[in-house]
């Protein structure tokens, strides 16, 4: 696998078309509107030498055109989803997580007096 470089060898050129490529005007939008559907990591740009279009990839996961793309917009409403599950999820878990859940709140004084205060 090749590391993500801002540019690919000209000979690399042959393996990408106007399917899965994009336009050097098209590609800051998709990188601001976008992002990996598999990690929701952000996305690079990668210059083809000598081409007008660009590749657009996960530096993990690849090219947008193979394993596709969601908008951030839809990324963030499903961790805001994601964080509001957590509750429950500890709720239904209690044999796994109950030190976590279940721990008595200290005083202050208490907390002060178990850091050396």
Known sequence: MLAL???LPRELAKYYNDDNTFTQAEAPRVIKHYCCPVCWGELSEIY???EARVVIACPVHG???D???I?????ALMMEKAHFQ???VIRNLPDLWGQFRDQPK???AASLAEMGF
């Open 48 to 50: 083809i030498q000598g």
């Open 71 to 75: 908008m951030k917009s839809s990324a």
């Open 5 to 7: 470089t801002n540019e």
């Open 106 to 108: 200290k005083s202050r």
């Open 86 to 88: 957590y509750a429950v």
């Open 67 to 69: 394993i596709g793309r």
């Open 63 to 65: 090219n947008v055109c």
